[in-house]
């Protein structure tokens, strides 16, 4: 996008990394790190920083239930940015799992 800061990439990739990583979406991930800070410390020293805990990062879920993916998207504030990815997601004929995959 023209204009956008270069650790945006960064950025929507750490959202994606995250949430493959825990297995649940980084809205998720952003209210585990509300309730627990420790928690967000512990992985962001885990993950060698590459973690992004904010909302943005969303599981993509084939029609078996199976995480096959991650989008990560990052722009706009993360409920936005989620808002992108699940319609991404959705349009490609898939399910998103913004919090934990049931």
Known sequence: ????????????YGKAWGSLG???GTRELTERAAKNPAFITVLATVSGGRMVPSPGGVLVVNA????????????DIGD??????IACIEKAGLRAAPKTVE
């Open 22 to 24: 825990m297995g649940f």
């Open 64 to 75: 078996e239930g199976i995480v096959i993916g991650a989008v990560g998207i990052s722009g």
């Open 80 to 85: 936005n940015d989620e808002l992108c990815a």
């Open 1 to 12: 996008m023209p204009g956008a800061g270069i650790v945006r990439f960064d950025i929507a």
